[in-house]
């Protein structure tokens, strides 16, 4: 660009110019944005440190496989992929809306506003379905107390250990309570309702579940839970809160504070801090879902 | 001056282009660049138990490589840091520069940890099997 502008012996700490030849709202929001970047860096360095120092750890291809009204079926990697994409395009329509507004076009700046906030919104709730899904989908796992039991994915909870070896499974099968395997027992295809299932004897409900070939995991490491929702979390906070500041500078823009103003310099501290969430994603989905 | 221009004591700004061409141009490298990391991503996932450390280590590495390249499209492009003056970058890019030692740093005591309880403090030969972690209490999942 034109630095070329610049003369080479500017003083530029004499006084009477900012010496990063930027506003000092831009540099400040640089400055908060580094120190998030801190926060966000040590969350995801406590996170592989943890990772690094287990044997096992959950593979993001078996508990991210899940997409909406696929049921079933084994997609790794293919929402999250939607998820990244909506945020780049995302940020996309908040740097047209910067374009637009270096060139004083208020119409433009609301339409790629609108769109940005519709491309986080779009985002929050494809995290509101994942998270659901990790919540109440249950897997079947070993416990402490050497039983099996359905387990969801929680802060507490963690079903993706290493498969447990056939014969470990027919054994704690044996220690397991009858409503464990009723429970167990009701998550099989085609196996009947829970009421019905209650009714049979423990020997039955063993042959029913050691019939259907059912894979059980020992419980994985308990961090995870908390690490994928804490970081994850604290991301779509950010996106929030994202959401909310690009919405009042859409409400401003509406109510042409900035063309009174002469500027739209706060659409660029908006689209920074937006793109600083981006940003964030992209080591996010690094981290929890491609390696 | 550009129009944005919002201090007397802003003396430059860099000239805004008319166009959006590098915007979107932009946003199908940063789209091509995440399509090549799912694709090393799936590569993973079916070569998944048949590889060696080494190639699945190699593999991670270069996809944490093209997100780094993103970063540095979204840095510098999106946020336009690249079109700021020297004085600015160098004072984000290099305090920066500490996670090259914070990353290292964590995850070699991260791997420590591991040979530590695997060997019993270096007392006995690693056995991993031997090192299920801490299952969930009963109580836990209600």
């Given amino acids: 660009m034109s630095t070329t502008a610049i003369p080479t012996n500017t003083k530029w700490w004499n006084g009477g110019r900012s010496p990063f030849n930027i506003s000092y709202g831009k ?25 690094f120092s287990v044997n096992h750890w959950a593979d993001p291809n078996h508990v991210f496989n899940a997409f909406p009204l696929a049921g079933h079926a084994n997609l790794p990697l293919a929402f999250v992929s939607l998820m990244t994409f909506i945020l780049i395009f995302s940020s996309v329509t908040m740097v047209l809306a910067v374009h637009e507004g270096h060139k004083m076009n208020r119409k433009g ?29 249950e897997h079947i796992a070993l416990l ?23 014969a470990e499974m027919l054994a704690a ?18 196996a009947g309702d829970a009421h ?17 070939g059912l894979h059980v995991t020992n419980s994985g490491p308990i961090a995870f839970g908390g690490y994928f929702f804490g970081i994850t979390g604290f991301h779509g906070f950010h996106v929030f809160s994202g959401v909310i500041i690009n919405l009042v500078m859409l409400i401003k823009t509406r109510l042409k504070h900035f063309d009174q103003r002469g500027h739209y310099e706060m659409i660029e501290k908006a689209g920074l801090y937006w793109h600083f969430v981006d940003l964030v994603w992209v080591f996010v989905f690094l981290c929890f879902y491609l390696v | 001056m550009s129009s944005n ?7 430059h700004a860099p000239e805004h282009a008319s166009g959006t061409g ?38 991670k590495l270069a996809i944490a490589a093209l997100t780094l390249l993103k970063a540095y499209y979204i840095v510098s492009i999106f946020m336009h840091l690249g079109d700021e003056i020297r004085n600015m970058i160098m004072t984000i890019i290099v305090p920066l520069m500490l996670f090259i030692w914070f990353i290292a740093a964590f995850l ?4 420590a940890w591991k040979n530590l309880r695997n060997t019993n403090g270096h007392s006995r030969p690693a056995d991993t099997q031997q090192q299920h972690q801490p299952a969930v209490d009963k109580d836990a999942k209600k």
């Fill in chain 1, 109 to 137: 700046v609301e339409k790629y506003m609108i769109l940005t906030i519709l491309g986080g919104l779009a985002f929050l709730s494809c995290q509101a379905w994942e998270w659901t899904h990790l919540l109440t989908g």
């Fill in chain 1, 27 to 51: 540099v400040m929001m640089w400055y908060f944005l580094m120190s998030d970047a801190f926060t966000f860096g040590a969350f995801l360095i406590s996170y592989g440190t943890i990772r």
């Fill in chain 1, 144 to 166: 402490s107390d050497g039983t099996i039991a359905p387990l969801a994915t929680t802060v507490k909870s963690n079903p993706w250990g290493a498969e447990l070896p056939h």
């Fill in chain 2, 5 to 11: 221009v919002s201090s007397p004591e802003i003396t």
């Fill in chain 2, 22 to 59: 590098r915007i979107w141009k932009t946003f199908w490298v940063l789209s091509a660049l995440t399509v090549v990391e799912l694709a090393l991503g799936y590569l993973l996932y079916y070569k998944h138990g048949e590889w060696s450390y080494v190639p699945v280590i190699s593999t």
């Fill in chain 1, 196 to 212: 019905n299932l209650s009714t049979l004897s423990d020997a039955d409900l063993m042959n029913k579940i050691t019939a259907s």
């Fill in chain 1, 173 to 190: 099968l044996q220690k397991t309570p009858h409503d464990q395997l009723v429970k167990i027992a009701a998550t099989l295809h085609g």
């Fill in chain 2, 108 to 111: 070699w005591d991260g791997n």
